[in-house]
């Protein structure tokens, strides 16, 4: 079975800041790690993803994660937050033969000016 | 825009009914997820088809049901409406399976009165 856990359904970072958002995977085999943006009254749009390869992944907007396989973790970051930036974001796990995406319970980006 | 298109926007239906959910998949894509996202189950896969054919299923209720017809859109029916089946109801779509990322359209909110 995969999970997903996002620690802290809320984070306020202020406008210029360091953006940290914290997502913890359980997966039996290698898993493949994406992060998701949803704005208000929108779906969700895909920030980075993690199948293979190089650890660091760069994404859309200035984000970026690191898959750390020891720590079980694939923590999402941007170096300095924008206003735009304010939004739910959530980590999502699938497992090779295993189709299905599984979502972390989400976390609230408020960017403070 | 991601190229999955949802209809309608918004439902309001009363309890004991019966609604169903379009979808239409990006161009190309053979494989569409149904997703619930509710305040207090988070976004929940409910199933996926597969050019036509059930691929995995999840916590979808009895009362739920899909397809995927020859040209790959896709309905949800929802039927016997009950007050906490009040959510969005999110398409997504992908060229093969949940190890490609997922493209998701803007969603249905359903309320049930």
């Known amino acids: 079975a995969q999970s997903v856990t996002q620690l802290g359904s809320h984070v306020s970072v202020s406008e210029g800041a360091l953006v940290l958002l914290r997502c913890n995977y359980s997966s039996s085999v290698p898993p493949y790690l994406f992060w998701y943006v949803q704005y208000p009254n929108q779906g969700l749009q895909l920030l980075l993803k993690y199948t293979t390869g190089a650890t660091l992944v760069k994404g859309i907007n200035g984000f970026e994660a690191e898959f750390k396989k020891s720590e079980t973790s694939f923590h999402l970051t941007k170096p300095s937050a924008h206003m735009s930036d304010a939004a739910e974001y959530f980590c999502?796990?699938?497992?090779?033969?295993?189709?299905?995406?599984?979502f972390g319970t989400g976390t609230r980006l408020t960017i403070i000016p | 825009d991601s190229g999955v298109t949802q209809t309608p926007k918004h439902l309001i239906t009363a309890t004991g009914q019966r609604v169903t959910l379009r979808c239409s998949p990006r161009?190309?894509?053979?494989?569409v997820y149904w997703y619930q996202q509710s305040l207090d189950q988070g976004l929940q896969f409910l199933i996926q088809y597969y050019n036509g054919e059930e691929r995995a299923k999840g916590n979808i209720l009895e009362r739920f049901s899909a397809q995927q017809f020859p040209d790959l859109h896709s309905e949800l029916n929802l039927s016997s409406l009950e007050l906490g089946d009040s959510a969005l109801y999110f398409c997504?779509?992908?060229?093969?399976?949940?190890?490609?990322?997922?493209?998701f359209g803007n969603g249905t909110r359903l309320t049930v009165t």
């Open positions: 997504a779509s992908s060229p093969t399976g949940g190890r490609s990322p997922l493209h």
């Open positions: 999502a796990v699938s497992n090779f033969g295993n189709e299905k995406l599984t």
């Open positions: 161009s190309g894509d053979l494989s």
